[in-house]
């Protein structure tokens, strides 16, 4: 691999710091490098612009490997990932790019032995095939529905966003195993008229990480929902010795509470 190490890290400006590091056998010197970032780990990546609206452009030779991201995060629940794209000089349309990292995603060897057991439990025993459609947050704004002066949707069933607002609402569908509990119904004593027959618990790995508003379409029967509540498992990245702690928390697993999307909805015509 041509990236040894790439980490991301949260500021205490609540900015994302972005490190990088070349493996040995490719001379640092002869590439240039553009940082990528998205809200979605599979598509939709932007390149990360100056002032002019022109890439951010690192020169190997000059450096530092290292560029902060100053974008605030107000969504907490929302997830940056960053990829590195290093272009060969003396050859453009020569480039290599990096795995998807995001803060949080540095492990050590407890984390990835219980997301293995996981993911192997529900890939052959627990779990049934599903799409992940996630939700964006942000983009060019809907022709249709959507109103500046307001900042808000005017239509209640728009069929160009599917009511999320943004021109292009939703991101590409991501396959993965999702296990559904046996027990459907849900308990909310501050919720009435609620039809527990709709809302269902289910649980994730890891990977996609999901929010409010994502979609979730199981293949076998085809029964759309969307997700209403998530909650995540987590454990902090272990001390290596006395002088450096514990560090930030990686995320287990996702326990998600969805309610089904009936054809009537408008999120059913995705």
């Not at 002019?52 to 629940?77: A, E």
């Not at 509540?229 to 902090?236: A, D, R, S």
Request: contains cysteine; proline residues 4%.
């Amino acid at each position: 691999m041509i990236f040894e190490t790439v980490e991301v890290l949260k500021t205490t400006e609540n900015y994302h710091y972005i490190e990088w590091q070349m493996d040995q056998h490719y001379p640092v010197d002869d590439y240039n490098f553009q940082i990528y970032w998205s809200n979605d780990d599979k598509s939709q990546f932007l390149a990360i612009l100056d002032s002019l609206n022109h890439p951010i452009v690192i020169d190997g030779s000059i450096g530092p490997l290292v560029y902060t991201h100053q974008r605030f995060q107000y969504d907490f629940n929302q997830s940056f990932y960053y990829k590195i794209r290093a272009i060969l000089k003396n050859n453009p349309s020569e480039f290599f790019e990096s795995d998807v990292m995001f803060a949080g995603a540095e492990s050590d060897g407890i984390h990835k032995t219980i997301v293995f057991n996981e993911v192997t439990l529900y890939r052959n025993y627990a779990a049934e095939q599903c799409k992940i459609i996630k939700r964006k947050t942000w983009g060019a704004r809907c022709s249709t529905c959507w109103s500046p002066y307001r900042r808000q949707s005017v239509l209640s069933h728009c069929s160009v966003c599917n009511n999320t607002g943004f021109l292009v609402g939703y991101y590409s569908p991501i396959i993965t195993q999702l296990s559904v509990d046996s027990d459907p119904k849900k308990n909310d004593p501050q919720q009435t008229g609620e039809d527990p027959t709709t809302i269902k618990r289910s649980r994730l790995p890891n990977y996609p990480i999901v929010r409010d508003k994502d979609l979730i379409i199981t293949t076998g029967d085809n029964k759309r929902y969307k997700i209403i509540n998530v909650e995540t498992t987590k454990l902090p990245r272990l001390s290596v010795n006395s002088q450096v702690l514990s560090r930030q928390n990686y995320i287990l697993s996702q326990l998600i509470t969805m309610e089904e999307v009936f054809s009537s909805d408008q999120e059913f015509s995705i």
